[in-house]
């Protein structure tokens, strides 16, 4: 057993995902990330920017199942639905007010709200459909902690409507017919640009 497993994309032995670096080459620098206390860039479709902190950044969270990130949502606007398939998530809002919720598993698909103020804490369990929203007319910031060095996301809507090759047209329109008819359809899919971005 290892005190620490700083991972590098060079070596061969891969553990949880990533390789070992060599312990011998490991240095401070491999546990340390600077740059949170800076403001996202949320000129953006949705209007909100995560700054991730995960084994990308910091090599020394390779195998500690830790990870989180920052996010700055502009007024009224939103970190989209989304899912994190391998962490559940703990959020702390730092400054304004969010509105966040999540939806349960079929077939009850529950959803459950809030409204957070500074310094309240929400959890999201791992894999659920969530999402957050600026309830308020001034930026907010959120610090959000999850439970794995490489939490991954699935923006719901780029899964749907933006995957590569794309889902075919038939197949959604059947899987959302309760719900939009197929000229509705193309003219989601066509406008989803207008209202979708990859949160990286």
């Not at 995960?54 to 639905?81: F, H």
């Not at 459909?129 to 719901?156: D, E, K, W, Y």
């Not at 780029?158 to 995957?163: H, I, P, T």
Request: with cysteine; glycine share 8%.
């Amino acid at each position: 057993m290892e005190d620490l497993i700083s991972s590098t994309p060079s070596e061969d032995d891969p553990v949880n995902g990533l390789a070992c670096k060599d312990p011998r080459l490991v240095r401070a620098n491999d546990f340390f990330f600077s740059g949170l206390d800076l403001p996202g860039d949320t000129s953006n479709p949705v209007g909100s920017k995560v700054t991730p902190v995960n084994v990308v950044q910091i090599p020394g969270l390779n195998t500690l199942g830790i990870s989180l990130v920052r996010i700055d949502y502009a007024p009224w606007d939103i970190n989209p639905p989304h899912t994190h398939p391998r962490a559940t998530e703990l959020l702390t809002v730092i400054e304004g007010s969010i509105e966040v919720g999540f939806v349960t598993t079929n077939p009850e698909n529950n959803l459950y709200t809030k409204i957070l103020e500074e310094g309240d804490v929400f959890v999201f369990p791992e894999g659920l459909v969530h999402f957050q929203r600026n309830n308020g007319s001034s930026n907010a910031v959120a610090i959000a902690a999850l439970s794995c060095q490489n939490p991954g996301v699935i923006t719901i809507a780029n899964a749907v409507f933006g995957s590569n090759p794309a889902i075919p047209d038939d197949l959604l329109a059947k899987s959302l017919s309760s719900l939009i008819d197929q000229a509705n359809l193309n003219a989601t899919k066509e406008g989803k640009k207008e209202c979708l971005c990859i949160l990286t």
